[in-house]
C-alpha cells in the first residue's frame, strides 16, 4: 500500500443513514445549528482531497430527496427492507453496499459525527497507504480517566496511588468517525475491521459521536460557537 503515498488515493465512502432511529427520533435529518445534521459529513467527505466517491445507504424518502436535490454526485443505494432494522449488523450493510460499488478501498462513517473534518479523513487515509503492517483502521480518542471493572476493580489505576489524570495512562475509545478496509479485508473477515487493524488517534473534540439528546445538544453547541 505504501506505492500508493505519493498519489492520491481512490477511496469510495460509505455513510448508511437509517430512517428510524432508537434513542434519537429521526436524528439523520434532524435541524442542527440550522442545517440537517446528515449535510455535516457529507459536505466533509466531499471536501476530502482522498475521497472520490461518496455513496449513502439509505431507506430514508426525505433524505434521498434531500441527496437528489442537494448533492448530485453522491450515489444513492437503497436499502434493503431486511437490513434496516435496528438489530442488523452494520458489517451485513457494508457487504451489501460492496456489492452495489466499484472500488477497492473504501471508508465508512456516520451522518452522527458532524465535527469530523476534511483534514483528519485525509490523514487517516495516507496514515493507512502509509504503511504495510495493517489491513485496516478504525478511529479511535485517548481517554484519561479512571476506569474500574463490574466487579470494582481499578482498570487503569492504582487506587493507592492518587495519580493526576493527566498523568494516567490512556484508554483509547473507538469513536466510530473512521473505518478504512479494503475489499478483499472485509472478503477475508466479513467485517470492516480486518485480522490486523489499526488504531488512529483523533482529536476527542473533533470525535463526538451522536449517540442521545444529550449528544446532540453537546454537538448543537459546538458546531454554533464554530466547531469544525
Known amino acids: ?17 437509517r430512517a428510524t432511529s432508537v434513542r434519537v427520533p429521526h436524528k439523520n435529518i434532524r435541524t442542527v445549528a440550522g442545517r440537517p445534521l ?10 476530502a482531497e482522498t ?5 449513502v445507504d439509505t431507506d430514508s424518502d426525505a433524505i434521498k430527496a434531500a441527496l437528489r436535490d442537494h448533492y448530485p454526485d453522491v450515489i444513492i443505494i437503497d436499502r434493503l427492507p431486511e437490513l434496516a432494522g435496528s438489530d442488523v449488523s452494520m458489517n451485513d450493510v457494508i457487504a451489501y453496499d460492496l456489492s452495489q460499488l466499484p472500488g477497492k478501498l473504501f471508508l465508512q462513517t456516520h451522518s452522527t459525527n458532524p465535527l ?13 497507504l502509509g504503511q504495510q503492517a495493517h489491513d485496516s483502521l478504525f478511529s ?12 470494582g476493580q481499578a482498570v487503569n489505576h492504582d487506587p ?8 494516567l495512562p490512556p484508554l483509547f ?28 488517534e483523533m482529536d476527542a473534540r473533533e470525535s463526538v459521536d451522536i449517540d442521545d439528546e444529550l449528544d446532540l445538544e453537546i454537538v448543537a453547541a459546538l458546531l454554533q460557537l464554530g466547531g469544525r
Open 51 to 55: 475521497i472520490a466517491t461518496v455513496a
Open 160 to 167: 493507592a496511588v492518587l495519580l493526576n489524570t493527566q498523568d
Open 1 to 17: 500500500m505504501s506505492d500508493a503515498a505519493n498519489t492520491t488515493p481512490r477511496v469510495t465512502a460509505l455513510v448508511p443513514m
Open 140 to 151: 479511535v480518542h485517548a481517554v484519561r480517566k479512571r476506569f474500574y471493572d463490574a466487579a
Open 173 to 200: 475509545e473507538e469513536n466510530s468517525c473512521i473505518y478504512l478496509f479494503s475489499r478483499s479485508s472485509f472478503a477475508d473477515t466479513g467485517a470492516r475491521l480486518g485480522r490486523a487493524p489499526m488504531m488512529f
Open 116 to 128: 469530523l473534518r476534511p483534514q483528519t479523513v485525509d490523514c487517516s487515509v495516507r496514515t493507512f
Open 38 to 47: 446528515f449535510t455535516y459529513v457529507i459536505d466533509t467527505l466531499l471536501a
